[in-house]
C-alpha cells in the first residue's frame, strides 16, 4: 500500500459563482443584485445564483417558484452558455501557462498539477495566487483556489476562503485538517452517506479514522476503501490532462474504391448507425456534422455543417451527410468516409439534465 505523498503541489481553482458572475459583469444593471440563472418563477430550476441571492437561500438546483418565494426581488436570467465557454477558454489558456497537467471537472472548476510547472516557481500558494490575478485582470472575474499535496485535499480547501481567497493546506497540516473536518465536507460524500456516517457514530474525520477498513467496507462497500484512504491523506489519483472528446467518429475503409454516390449513401447510412451508437455510449449530441472523404489516390476532403441544435439521432445526421455529399462532385473514387460529430454538448450537459428532471 502506498502512503501519503507529501511531494506533490495540485491546485484546485474554482471560479465563484461563475454563470450569475458573468451575467452581472456583462449587465451593469445586474450588479449587486439577487440573480439566479436559469428556471423562472414558474418553472425550471436555478442553475446558478448571485452571492446576493444566496443570502435569501437561493441555490442552484432549487425549483424557480421556490427560489422567488426566498427572495422576491430575485431576478431570473436565461444562460448563455457560449459566452460562459469563451470565458472558460480564455481561463484555461492561462491555466496552460503554467502546467499542461490541467483537469477540468466543469467549465469553472479545474485541478492543475504544479509539482513541476513551465514558471519554475516551486511555491504553490504564489502560483494560485498570480493565476487569480491573470484570472481577475483577463476576465473580470474572481475565483478561489485550494492548494495541497493531493485533488481531494485541493477542492476542499478551494472553498474555504470562498469568494475571491485560497486556502492551503501544507504536508504537515493535511492530517490535523482532515481529522477536524466534518463529515459532511468530505468531498464525494452526499447527503445520504452523512446521514449513513452520523448513524454510525462518524462526525469528523477522527471519527472516520478510528473505523477499521473492514468496517468501512462493510457498510460503504467499495467507497469504503476510498474514505480509508482519504482520511489518512492518501489519495494518488492524479491530475488527468484536460483533452475531454471533442468529437465522436466512425469511418469506414472500403475493399473496392467507390465511384457512385447511391453507393456511397448506403455506406454512410450504416456508418452513421455505429455513430449513433457511440453517441450513445456516451451520452453527447453535438452541432456539427463532418463528412470525411478519402480518394483513391488518397488525398483528402472533409466537408461539414452546423446547426443550431444539439443532434444526434441517425436520421438526422444522414440528412446533413447527404446534403455534404451531393454538395459537389467527387474528383475521384473514393475509399475512405466517414463522418464525424463536432461541438458536442458535453458542458451544457450536466445543466441539461438538472433541468429535465425539474422541468415538469
Ligand atoms: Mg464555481
Redo the contacts with the bound molecule.
Sequence with gaps: MQGLNPNRKIIHI?????YASVEQMDNPLLRGKPVAVGGSENRGVVAAASYEARKFGVRSAISGALAKKYCPELIFVQPRFDRYKEISNKIRKIFYEYTDLVEPLSL??AYLDVTKNKKGNPSASLLAQEIRLRILNETGLTASAGISINKFVAKIASDYNKPNGQKTVSPDEVIPFLEELPIRKFYGVGKVTTEKMYQLGIFTGVDLKSKTLDFLEKHFGKSGNFYFDVVRGIHNSEVKSDRITKSVAAEHTFDINLSSEIFMMEKLESIAISLEKRLKKYDVAGKTVTLKIKFSDFTQQTRSKTVPYFISDKGLILEIVKELLFQERMKDSVRLLGISLSNLNTEEKKFLVVQLKFAF
Design positions: 474554482d471560479m465563484d459563482a461563475f469553472d472548476e
